[in-house]
């Protein structure tokens, strides 16, 4: 059986806007005044599928450079954009040569052990390659030692095709911290060594920064999806790219002193209706937001009421007149990210990469 042969109101609904993303893309290239912009595609393209997010950018926006997670991720991702960058974010390790250059992805090198197995391979099999040089985030990158041990290196150097260096901001959400002006400050002084070669620093949060920390290319991510990265107001040209929809399963009316939901959390202090809605949890919809996550519907929002289960959520339904059968929005236009994130204390990220396989996915785009 195929999921054509399920009725479609047995799940819940996941739309996802390809030509806003698309949008949302070139807004990111007139934020950064014309710089080149790659798409951060990792963990499934932010959740919203790699399979139709890559060929939607590359033909419909004309991105032609991509960073994935891992090895796993690249390999999926070529015959999708077989004409585009690749590059792997989390590095190289022995045993993966041979798939960097079989499938022509470009490793983000992470330290000097991984840039002399990347010059070990003869140079026919050996991709062009980005360096990455930890400013202050501390996870991935060349240290300070291993940044001037490299620099000095000419003849390390010399057996690389290195067709990027790259940074990575820590506290790009927030303008007001010295952390960025300092990363900003050491940055600049490695490019230096680099003459002719590109330079990526902005991630979303950098590109809102502005154009000192644009450099040659930028790597949006949580702004191609709708998200707002920083503690800035979103820019208007940021679209919403999806909305999850779900259906009411059955409506109670509830009477003074009844309560709802595992560890009866939230009672009725006065006569209610509580609608059950059909997603839950394992849906990617949390108990973060157990008593306090907002819906939609009917020009309304909604109160979350009660603990979310595995597989449904009710909602105080009083105020509107709805039945069951109906949709209620749980993310999208009206419920943003933003506003889901503030009220449930999950970052943006957590939102977007948890959404759950049991949608019904439905993807629009205009061509």
Not at 86 to 102: D, T
Not at 230 to 250: D, M, N, S
Not at 297 to 306: E, Q
């Amino acid at each position: 059986m195929t999921t054509e042969d399920f009725p479609s109101a047995s799940q819940a609904t996941l739309t996802i806007d390809l030509d806003n993303i698309i949008d949302n893309y070139k807004s990111c290239i007139k934020l950064g005044r014309g710089v080149d912009c790659a798409a951060m595609i990792k963990a499934d393209a932010y959740g919203m599928g790699i399979a139709q997010v890559a060929p939607a950018l590359f033909h419909g926006a004309g991105c032609t450079t991509f960073f994935v997670a891992n090895l796993q991720e690249a390999i999926e991702l070529r015959p999708l954009v077989p004409e585009a960058n690749i590059y792997v974010l989390n590095g190289l390790f022995p045993g993966h040569l041979e798939y960097f250059s079989r499938h022509n992805i470009r490793p983000v090198l992470n330290d000097l052990e991984q840039i002399r197995l990347w010059a070990s391979v003869t140079p026919e099999n050996r991709p062009a390659c980005a360096i990455h040089f930890d400013t202050g985030i501390n996870r991935l990158g060349l240290t300070p030692e291993e940044t001037a041990q490299f620099i000095t290196d000419d003849s390390l150097r010399e057996k690389l095709h290195i067709s990027l260096i790259m940074s990575h901001l820590s506290c790009s959400d927030d303008p007001e911290n010295p952390m960025n002006t300092q990363q900003l400050r050491d940055f600049k002084t490695i490019t230096g060594y680099f003459p002719g070669i590109p330079a990526s620093l902005a991630n979303s949060g950098g590109i809102l920064l502005g154009p000192d920390y644009h450099f040659d290319l930028l790597r949006p991510g949580l702004l191609l999806f709708g998200g707002n990265p920083a503690a800035l107001p979103l820019p208007e040209t940021i679209k919403p790219v999806f909305q999850i929809t779900g259906q009411i399963l059955q409506i109670r009316t509830l009477t003074p002193g009844q309560a709802v939901g595992y560890g009866a959390t939230w009672i009725a202090d006065k006569p209610c209706h509580i609608a059950t809605i059909n997603i839950g949890y394992a849906d990617g919809y949390l108990q973060k937001f157990n008593n306090c996550g907002w819906v939609y519907a009917k020009a309304t929002k909604l109160p979350v009421v009660g603990r979310v289960s595995m597989d449904m959520i009710t909602v105080d339904v009083t105020d509107i007149e709805i039945n069951a059968g109906d949709d209620i929005e749980l993310f999208g236009e009206h419920i943003t990210l933003e506003m889901a994130a503030e009220v449930s204390t999950l970052s943006q990220y957590e939102i977007l990469t948890g959404v759950g396989a049991r949608y019904q996915r439905i993807y629009k785009m205009k061509n």
